[in-house]
T-cell receptor, first 112, second 114 residues
């Protein structure tokens, strides 16, 4: 039972344009959401997070939007740069003491 | 400060064998989590240890086990290896007990079962 879903396995975006990565979840008890980025042969690195009490969090070129009623979150990258090419994982957690549940990832390719 | 270190980086084992993977967290971090990454499955949570106690466990068979030592280093063991256990095994450490904080991942151990 995949409680966190990233339905797009891959996404290609022109350099300088906006990249939008989507994530859906089924467990309404999730109250914290995180995005990680992974380059080949490296471990994932933390990108940005959002608590369920907010609907938006921004950090530089990265913004995460949360729509609790739709159980949907998205990561916006503006403007997209070649170094953003990586696999992006969204993750969700319930009540800080529990495990992180990850999605299957979306491979983002930025076209120069 | 040094990051999360996983050893070995690559491993080839035969079906039926057992394997032990090691993870040294960032100094001062007491929480260590293990994940299995396979194509199309994302990161599947195996277990999490905090101060030598297993706090959370994923939905993996009992062949997968782990432990954490007093210095926070952790080991993961898989017995009676199956072909389907071939994967990248990632370890992550947290500086706080709250799992909502940033986790720092190691580079992983690539296990191939033949």
């Amino acid at each position: 039972d995949q409680q966190v879903k990233q339905n797009s396995p891959s996404l290609s975006v022109q350099e300088g344009r906006i990249s939008i990565l989507n994530c859906d979840y089924t467990n309404s008890m999730f109250d914290y959401f995180l995005w990680y980025k992974k380059y080949p042969a490296e471990g994932p690195t933390f990108l940005i997070s959002i608590s369920s009490i907010k609907d938006k969090n921004e950090d530089g070129r990265f913004t995460v939007f949360l729509n609790k009623s739709a159980k949907h979150l998205s990561l916006h990258i503006v403007p997209s740069q070649p170094g953003d090419s990586a696999v992006y994982f969204c993750a969700a957690n319930r009540d800080g003491n529990e495990k992180l549940t990850f999605g299957t990832g979306t491979r983002l390719t930025i076209i120069p | 400060k040094a990051g999360v270190t996983q050893t070995p980086r690559y491993l080839i084992k035969t079906r039926g064998q057992q394997v032990t993977l090691s993870c040294s967290p960032i100094s001062g971090h007491r929480s260590v989590s293990w994940y299995q990454q396979t194509p199309g499955q994302g990161l599947q949570f195996l277990f999490e240890y905090f101060s030598e106690t297993q706090r959370n466990k994923g939905n993996f068979p009992g062949r997968f086990s782990g432990r954490q030592f007093s210095n926070s280093r952790s080991e993961m063991n898989v017995s009676t290896l199956e072909l389907g256990d071939s994967a990248l095994y990632l370890c992550a450490s947290n500086g706080q007990a709250n799992m909502n904080t940033e986790a720092f991942f190691g580079q992983g151990t690539r296990l191939t079962v033949v």
